[in-house]
């Protein structure tokens, strides 16, 4: 079964400084896709980034990138100049595809906390 | 650009009432999902749907169902609520393509069960 682990509860991180929110990932699939979501203190979820496993470069959004190792399975996203809105919970998932569904598996997230 | 719609925002039930979460999304998406997420948790696939007039179960289905008569409605159903049901409520839709499966979120429901 696909399985997705985020190891940190929480981050701390300075303004305007880098930092990387780890995730790994299981699976049999040679084909599968990885997402990285924020949920703000308001609730809401917001997707941020894909990764597609056959895709030869990391995917960047913005300021948003994931550092994909693929033999290593990880799917680290990276936030650069860290501002105080990217406070909130960041929670991995990956796409869980068969003849008859499509779904996104998710880790336990990862609380990020910008400090001035 | 009204996207994933769910009703109500908040709700507070007693046990063993039942209730109707609202999901519509206007964005024509075959793909819709409900979860759940309890505090400090991540996501929880309740049920799915593939298409008007196809459900299936997800990870934690019981004491929830669900139907599909149109591709815009997902609704989801709690008969006899339980304090267990006590959670944020998620609905998300995608139009499943064969390389990416992006999935758009409403705002939830926060449902109290007491």
């Known amino acids: 079964a696909q399985k997705i682990t985020q190891t940190q509860p929480g981050m701390f991180v300075q303004e305007k400084e880098a930092v990387t929110l780890d995730c790994t990932y299981d699976?049999?699939?040679?084909?599968?896709?990885l997402f990285w979501y924020k949920q703000p203190s308001s609730g809401e979820m917001i997707f941020l980034i894909y990764?597609?496993?056959?895709?030869?470069q990391n995917a960047t959004e913005g300021r948003y990138s994931l550092n994909f190792q693929k033999a290593r399975k990880s799917a680290n996203l990276v936030i650069s100049a860290s501002q105080l809105g990217d406070s909130a919970m960041y929670f991995c998932?990956?796409?869980?595809?068969?003849?008859?569904?499509?779904?996104?598996?998710f880790g336990t997230g990862t609380r990020l906390q910008v400090f001035p | 650009n009204a996207g994933v719609t769910q009703t109500p925002k908040f709700r507070i039930l007693k046990i063993g009432q039942s209730m109707t979460l609202q999901c519509t999304q206007d964005m024509n998406h075959n793909y819709m999902y409900w979860y759940r997420q309890d505090p400090g948790m991540g996501l929880k696939l309740i049920y799915y749907?593939?298409?008007?007039?196809?459900?299936d179960k997800g990870e934690v289905p019981n004491g929830y169902n669900v139907s599909r008569s149109t591709t815009e409605d997902f609704p989801l159903r709690l008969e006899l609520a339980a304090p267990s049901q006590t959670s944020v409520y998620f609905c998300a839709s995608t139009r499943a393509l064969r390389d990416k499966n992006i999935q758009y979120f409403g705002a939830g429901t926060r449902l109290s069960v007491l």
């Open positions: 998932a990956m796409r869980e595809r068969t003849y008859n569904t499509d779904k996104l598996i």
């Open positions: 699976t049999s699939d040679p084909s599968y896709g």
């Open positions: 749907s593939v298409g008007a007039g196809i459900t």
């Open positions: 990764q597609g496993s056959y895709d030869q």
